[in-house]
């Protein structure tokens, strides 16, 4: 997963180079390439593996639609399923590929006011400056969550679209701390949590801080999983990373360069992608 990490942030780092903030990062906007080794599959290798197509026939609800819909096949033929088990993807052959652009717009020509990502992924300052273009650091906010999520079992934020705006802002400020004073007194559900002084209205509430999401989201479940874990000195740059690229204010974030440069990509991530490459060319060999 460190590879995966690195390859996004390569990759987000070509698109910010030409200008453009993608807008909607998320893990369903990441794609695996296949494997050059189909390219040499004859049709009959390729159906051995993977099977024959399915054909289904199309049935109209109204026979007499045939004569006036001459251009619609007579059969749809099902998508081949060419996925594996994650645990089978070598890591020479794990490329990754950043998909959907459909929201990407470009910062220094076009003023953008919304932010095109799911709740639990959405940069702050999207709800709280709305008069304010976003920037590349809104990205930033969403590459943080995403490379949780690749480490992770779940999202870093619970709720997608189940909980409000605010539970969201409550969790936000679990990991972050107090937001900026500016943007508390515009938070107008605030005083369904929060006292004037700042205080939890709900002394139940058990804060889910960045060390305890990473103890029982990463490095429990990796390890019930049999999956790894992380070193102490790795999860501790890790955290480091994230926390900086999740900050409240847009203007404090690292820019995608210096995500790049950050001790965790550098010791950790760019290796392991470093790694799977050299593992392709000898392979390719």
């Known amino acids: 997963m460190q590879s995966f990490a690195a390859q996004l ?108 990502a799911s709740p639990v992924r959405r940069p702050p300052e999207s709800q709280f400056e709305p008069e304010v273009p976003l920037t590349f650091a809104s990205d930033i906010y969403s590459l943080g969550c995403a490379i949780f999520d690749l480490l992770a079992h779940r999202t870093l934020l619970n709720g997608y679209w189940i909980l409000s705006d605010d539970d969201i802002t ?27 002084e700042g205080n939890l209205l709900d002394k139940l509430h058990d804060p889910w801080t960045w060390e305890r999401r990473f103890g029982e989201w990463v490095r429990d479940s990796r390890q019930e999983w049999g999956m790894g874990t992380f070193a102490e000195d790795e999860m501790n740059a890790l955290i480091k990373l994230l926390r900086c690229m999740l900050v409240w204010m847009p203007s404090e974030r690292p820019d995608i360069s210096e995500v790049l440069q950050s001790e965790w990509m550098t010791k950790w991530a760019l290796p392991a992608h470093q790694k799977g490459l050299q593992e392709d060319a000898s392979r390719s060999n």
């Open 170 to 196: 409550v969790q936000q400020i679990d990991l972050e701390g107090p937001m900026p004073p500016t943007w508390w007194r515009r938070w107008k559900g605030r005083s369904e949590y929060f006292d004037e």
């Open 9 to 116: 942030v390569i990759a987000l780092s070509i698109v910010h180079e030409r200008g453009f903030a993608h807008g909607d990062l998320h893990l369903g906007n990441i794609f695996l390439q296949l494997p050059s080794s189909l390219d040499g599959l004859s049709v009959d290798q390729l159906y051995a593996r993977y099977g024959e197509p399915e054909k289904e026939a199309v049935v109209y609800l109204n026979p007499e639609d045939v004569l006036a819909h001459p251009s619609i096949p007579s059969y749809v033929v099902h998508t081949a399923l060419l996925g594996i088990p994650s645990d089978d993807v070598k890591l020479g052959e794990a490329k990754l590929i950043l998909s959907d652009f459909g929201v990407a717009f470009r910062p220094d020509e076009k003023s953008q006011y919304v932010s095109h």
